[in-house]
């Protein structure tokens, strides 16, 4: 079993930044990726930036291309999700899905984001 947590969401001006943080505890060997989602008031959730753990493949979501930076520490089983030049648009809950090696997906109680214009 996997256990989740993030942290470091908060409210912020627009054009503002924030780093968000997603921990992972227990059979942490097993982990094979880690992927932040959000999900805003009356929307679907929607993937924001994925990362491998045995390599360095990164994907994101085209409206964070070139604002958000997703990074990981294998050592500390942490990884994180840089987000720059904010937007109203942002807002959201943030949650942090890990998946390991059966597929699963285990995830974490979310952070919110707020972004005030």
């Known amino acids: 079993q996997v256990h989740v947590v993030e942290s470091g969401g908060g409210l912020v001006q627009a054009e503002g930044s924030l780093r968000l943080s997603c921990a992972a505890s227990?059979?942490?060997?097993?982990?094979?990726?880690i992927v932040w989602y959000r999900q805003a008031p009356g929307k679907q959730r929607e993937l924001v930036a994925d990362?491998?753990?045995?390599?360095?493949?990164?994907v994101y979501v085209d409206s964070a291309k070139g604002r958000f930076t997703i990074s990981r520490d294998n050592a500390k089983n942490m990884v994180y999700l840089q987000m720059n030049n904010l937007k109203p648009e942002d807002t959201a809950v943030y949650y942090c899905k890990v998946v390991d090696n059966y597929g699963n997906g285990h995830w974490g109680q979310g952070t919110q984001v707020t972004v005030s214009s």
């Open positions: 227990g059979s942490t060997s097993s982990i094979t990726a």
């Open positions: 990362i491998a753990i045995g390599g360095s493949s990164t």
